[in-house]
T-cell receptor
Framework: NAGVTQTPKFQVLKTGQSMTLQCAQD?????MSWYRQDPGMGLRLIHY???????DQGEVPNGYNVSRSTTEDFPLRLLSAAPSQTSVYFC????????????FGPGTRLLVL | GQSLEQPSEVTAVEGAIVQINCTYQ??????LSWYQQHDGGAPTFLSY????GLEETGRFSSFLSRSDSYGYLLLQELQMKDSASYFC??????????FGTGTRLLVSP
């Protein structure tokens, strides 16, 4: 199993550009999330999904969209990039409700100029 | 809302025992998790407390007291590889974690 994979590993954008951060997991997990981590900070929840076709907002959803058309994939879309979105983005997944272990992807480092 | 407080940095020597505290404010939660993150890496799950008391996993133990809004992570027999950041996180829903700002642990020889 590859676990949770994220692409790209690093991206530079100009203000106003849009892009999609990809996340995929091969563990057949129902639950997936996107977090951002700013320097010296903890992770903050952007959006999450409890199954295919079901998504909801987290703590900091503004400027981001998500969709969950399959169990495996959970892409994060930046609609119009802003310097405040410069961060490291982590995707995570979890199995059934009795398992509390979140598996994190390696992260995408995003720089918005 | 929810908030969690952790010390920003803790230092210890190899072989020692260190405790990383976490105090929180919340209107409700399912449990408290702990994650380890090395510089440039992804968080990795260490431990979870759904109920009050101590959970032990190898060299790591975690404790929760809901009445005191307090938890801690205990690391025993410290090794150099334990130098990392440690985060406590409240589980507030099926896939919703609220993280603390993290504690940087520096282990010296």
């Amino acid at each position: 199993n590859a676990g949770v994979t994220q692409t790209p590993k690093f991206q530079v954008l100009k203000t106003g550009q849009s892009m999609t951060l990809q996340c995929a997991q091969d563990m057949n997990h129902e639950y997936m999330s996107w977090y951002r981590q700013d320097p010296g900070m903890g992770l903050r929840l952007i959006h999450y999904s409890v199954g295919a076709g079901i998504t909801d907002q987290g703590e900091v959803p503004n400027g981001y969209n998500v969709s969950r058309s399959t169990t495996e994939d959970f892409p994060l879309r930046l609609l119009s990039a802003a310097p405040s979105q410069t961060s490291v983005y982590f995707c995570a997944s979890r199995g059934d409700r009795g398992a509390e272990t979140q598996y994190f992807g390696p992260g995408t480092r995003l720089l918005v100029l | 809302g929810q908030s969690l407080e952790q010390p920003s940095e803790v230092t210890a020597v190899e072989g020692a025992i260190v405790q990383i505290n976490c105090t929180y404010q919340t209107s409700g939660f399912y449990g408290l998790s702990w994650y380890q993150q090395h510089d440039g890496g992804a968080p990795t799950f260490l431990s979870y407390n759904a109920l009050d008391g101590l959970e032990e996993t190898g060299r790591f133990s975690s404790f929760l007291s809901r009445s005191d809004s307090y938890g801690y992570l205990l690391l025993q027999e410290l090794q150099m590889k334990d130098s990392a950041s440690y985060f406590c996180a409240l589980n507030t829903g099926f896939q919703k974690l609220v993280f603390g700002t993290g504690t940087r642990l520096l282990v010296s020889p």
